[in-house]
């Protein structure tokens, strides 16, 4: 009977099958937990600069209504002081900038600012930067798109502009992408 020596253990054919795939649904769930924890951490910076230039503002108010009690500050706080006004004008500058031309798939606007000199944002870029030249894939951002990809691939299958093992790697792309499309965020979109 052929089997398989992983360090001291000898498994069969089916034992070392059973223990790749649960290795593969272990590795998986660590990524998840990490992509959760990455999305967690992006946004409490989210709600913490938030809070911030709440703060600052009603501050700034208060400052106008009762200009008497303004404190005054030392070098540390003057510092904190002009990085948060340079974080509002920042802010400011960001909300008033060009929104990304992509629609997604569903319809909706990216809503993103769009680089420089370009007409999409930093994600979409990307995107677009990594796409098949055979197929017109649409990036797979959401599981509509994802969708629209899947009938991609099957149209190119049937027209033979793909053979199946292509076809096959590609389906298992978008498997992977349906099963991560929960846990990726793509600047905040």
Sequence with gaps: MPYV???????????YEAYKAQERVEQLARYRAEQEAIARAHEEGQRLVGELG????????????NPALAL??????????????????????????PRCGYIKVNGVAC????MK????CYAHERMAAVRPEKLDLPPMEDHNSIQMGLMHVARGLMDGKIDQRTAGLMLYCLQIASS???YTNFGGE
């Excluded at 709440?54 to 209504?65: M, P, S």
């Design 54 to 65: 709440r703060a600052y503002t009603a501050y700034n108010g208060f400052l106008k209504e």
């Design 117 to 120: 000199d370009h007409e999409l």
């Design 72 to 97: 005054h500050l030392d070098g540390e706080q003057e510092i904190h002081h002009k990085i948060c006004e340079d974080l509002l004008k920042k802010l400011k500058k960001a909300d008033s900038a």
């Design 180 to 182: 991560n499309v929960g």
């Design 5 to 15: 020596t992983i360090g001291e253990k000898h498994y069969t054919k089916e034992e």
């Design 111 to 114: 809503g993103s600012p769009r």
